[in-house]
């Protein structure tokens, strides 16, 4: 594909439903980053894969939440038992790999509601 | 780990004249630092970035300068255009025992026809 693709695009969802979103990072990029990003904030850092491994997934807030890469390119964030307090705009990015200095693409982002 | 502060929150200019924005970041490791446009609605896009070893970046009417020792980094936008109206993100990329990037709270510009 052209570019990073998310889905779904939207998403509403009741207290205490499961819920997974999906990332397409841009092919052959072996880094993908999932961000959290709450109106009138920044993009939060949550966890990245270099490959299919998490490299870092300290910025995921509870054991609530939980992403895979098994194959190396799509990834999915899986959010159990939500909480108002999930819904926000969760942003995905790639780029080539992690420790080059180069450009990391976002998606468009899923934005979660939570009723 | 990282911690990246962003001023001003919210900044109104005149077509024509020029922006400032100011990052700074607190763990010495870090070494790319990129920032990005957000338009309403829309994914955030990289408008400049700056590697650590370098103090100052230009492309047309955009620049950053980074200084290490005091650990802060600027975006510089002059003869600012009302298509310039956006929000604006700095970031730190870390680089001890990780690649995270840390994102600053955001700049609203409003370029003032």
Known sequence: ?115 | GENVEQHPSTLSVQEGDSAVIKCTYSDSASNYFPWYKQELGKRPQLIIDIRSNVGEKKDQRIAVTLNKTAKHFSLHITETQPEDSAVYFCAAREASGTYKYIFGTGTRLKVLA
């Open chain 1, 1 to 115: 594909g052209a570019g990073v693709s998310q889905t779904p695009s939207n998403k509403v969802t009741e207290k205490g439903k499961y819920v997974e979103l999906r990332c397409d990072p841009i092919s052959g990029h072996t880094a993908l980053y999932w961000y959290r990003q709450s109106l009138g904030q920044g993009p939060e850092f949550l966890i990245y894969f270099q490959g299919t491994g998490a490299a870092d997934d300290s910025g995921l807030p509870n054991d609530r939440f939980f992403a895979v890469r098994p194959e190396g390119s799509v990834s999915t964030l899986k959010i159990q038992r939500t909480e108002r307090g999930d819904s926000a705009v969760y942003l995905c990015a790639s780029s080539l790999m992690a420790s080059s200095q180069g450009e990391q693409f976002f998606g468009p982002g899923t934005r979660l509601t939570v009723l």
